[in-house]
């Protein structure tokens, strides 16, 4: 089993910046993949930004490319998503996910595991 948590939500001006963090524990080994998705009051959950275990190959989604940035810190078992920039239109409780296979990034369908969410409220 893996347990997520993420943090580093909050309430924010349009055109700030927070950086959310997701720490791992537990069987952190099966990891391949680790995803932010967010969602929106009456909207579906959808795909932010992806890594590889490596590190080495990310992905996007279209509306936040060149604006969020994803990353990780092995020695703390923490996944980054640094969002600058941000848009009234990026409000939404954002989750990280696990999956432990190599398939598609963006259906959620593919993970294996969630956290719980945090709140991101941006006013314009």
């Known amino acids: 089993q893996v347990l997520l948590v993420e943090s580093g939500g909050g309430a924010v001006q349009a055109g700030d910046s927070l950086r959310l963090s997701c720490t791992a524990s537990g069987r952190t080994i099966s990891i391949l993949v680790v995803g932010w998705f967010r969602q929106a009051p009456g909207k579906e959950r959808e795909f932010v930004a992806a890594?590889?275990?490596?590190?080495?190959?990310?992905n996007y989604a279209p509306s936040v490319k060149g604006r969020f940035t994803i990353s990780r810190d092995y020695a703390k078992n923490t996944v980054y998503l640094q969002m600058n920039g941000l848009k009234p239109e990026d409000t939404a409780v954002y989750y990280c996910a696990a999956k432990t296979v190599y398939t598609e990034y963006v259906p959620t369908t593919n993970y294996d595991y969630w956290g719980q969410g945090t709140q991101v409220t941006v006013s314009s």
């Open positions: 890594i590889s275990r490596s590190g080495g190959t990310t």
